[in-house]
């Protein structure tokens, strides 16, 4: 009975945090200039994302994306199905 008392209280403090995230991690130099850009979601006639970087931190985001697509690519080339046997 007390296990789930203090599981229910881990979910209730646990869950905003994964649903908001923490602090992103802060600028090398706080004086580096930010700017904003708005993603639009295509199809959307909804507002879009507002998201302020510095330079650095686009380029270390784009160079992750890179990646990510990069790791998909060469995944979904290793995962063909075997070929059937002719009937």
């Known amino acids: ?12 403090i646990a869950v905003p945090i994964a649903v908001h995230g923490a602090e992103g991690p802060r600028p090398a130099n ?3 200039k930010r700017t904003c850009e708005v993603d639009q979601p295509t199809g959307s006639r909804l507002g879009g994302i507002r998201r302020c970087r ?19 690519q060469a995944f979904k080339a290793t995962m063909c199905a075997p070929p059937r046997p002719a009937c």
């Open 1 to 12: 009975m007390i296990a789930r008392i203090l599981l229910s209280a881990l979910a209730i």
């Open 30 to 32: 706080p004086q580096a």
């Open 54 to 72: 510095t330079a650095e931190e686009r380029d270390a985001h784009k160079q992750e994306a890179r990646q990510v697509v990069d790791r998909m």
